[in-house]
């Protein structure tokens, strides 16, 4: 298990931008797959996007794809999540999670979330 902090959340209005960052202190991010995942109010856990280790390959669910992006940065063992278009659908806690998509649930590895909360 790696620590994971997320930070950059807040209220924003529809059609803002925000960006999300996740830190592990003490640890090392660098040589895995990190993914940010969601989770609305009565909601399940959705998945949002992942990143290869080297930073080449991303992926997008379809209801973020095309308004957000994700990167990172391995030297400063960190990686990101730019939110734009945000519509009120997009209000959530937001998680960075250690893994890929198909391997972030079974690594339970998630930080303590950053909330975004988007607003008419």
């Known amino acids: 298990q790696v620590q994971l902090v997320e930070s950059g959340g807040g209220s924003v209005q529809a059609g803002g931008s925000l960006r999300l960052s996740c830190a592990a202190p003490?640890?090392?991010?660098?040589?895995?797959?990190m993914t940010w995942v969601r989770q609305a109010p009565g909601k399940e856990l959705e998945w949002v996007s992942s990143?290869?280790?080297?930073?080449?390959?991303?992926l997008y669910s379809d209801s973020v794809k095309d308004r957000f992006t994700i990167s990172r940065d391995n030297a400063k063992n960190e990686v990101y999540l730019r939110l734009s278009e945000l519509f009120i659908e997009d209000t959530a806690m937001y998680y960075c999670a250690r893994g890929g998509r198909s391997s972030w649930r079974r690594l339970d590895n998630r930080g303590q979330g950053t909330q975004v909360t988007v607003s008419s």
């Open positions: 003490g640890g090392r991010m660098d040589n895995s797959a």
């Open positions: 990143i290869s280790s080297d930073g080449y390959e991303t």
